[in-house]
Nanobody, 116 residues
Framework: QVQLVESGGGVVQAGGSLRLSCAASGIISSNAIMGWYRQAPGKQRELVATIARGGITNYADSVKGRFDISRDNAKNTVFLQMNNLEPEDTAVYFC??????????WGQGTQVTVSS
């Protein structure tokens, strides 16, 4: 089993920045992919960014150039630095950890609210 605990959400004005963190614990595969998804009110959950253990990243087009995902493999922690935030970024952000050919674990979510 894997547990994910997110932190760092909050309220920020448009143009501001926030940094999300997610610490994973439990039995974690050496090739686990970590990432972030988000879900806005009335919308489907969508991918924000993922990062493999070796550092290969993938971003949604809507956040490219504004968000930066990173991870600390020694601490099984993933970060999401969010810059130049827009009201459209308002959502609950979920941390994920995927064991390839197995399953994806989800955190409880953290609210990010961007005011205009």
């Amino acid at each position: 089993q894997v547990q994910l605990v997110e932190s760092g959400g909050g309220v920020v004005q448009a143009g501001g920045s926030l940094r999300l963190s997610c610490a994973a614990s439990g039995i974690i595969s050496s090739n686990a992919i970590m990432g972030w998804y988000r879900q806005a009110p009335g919308k489907q959950r969508e991918l924000v960014a993922t990062i493999a253990r070796g550092g290969i990243t993938n971003y949604a087009d809507s956040v490219k150039g504004r968000f930066d995902i990173s991870r600390d493999n020694a601490k099984n922690t993933v970060f999401l630095q969010m810059n130049n935030l827009e009201p459209e970024d308002t959502a609950v952000y979920f941390c994920t950890l995927t064991h390839i050919f197995s399953r994806t674990y989800w955190g409880q979510g953290t609210q990010v609210t961007v005011s205009s």
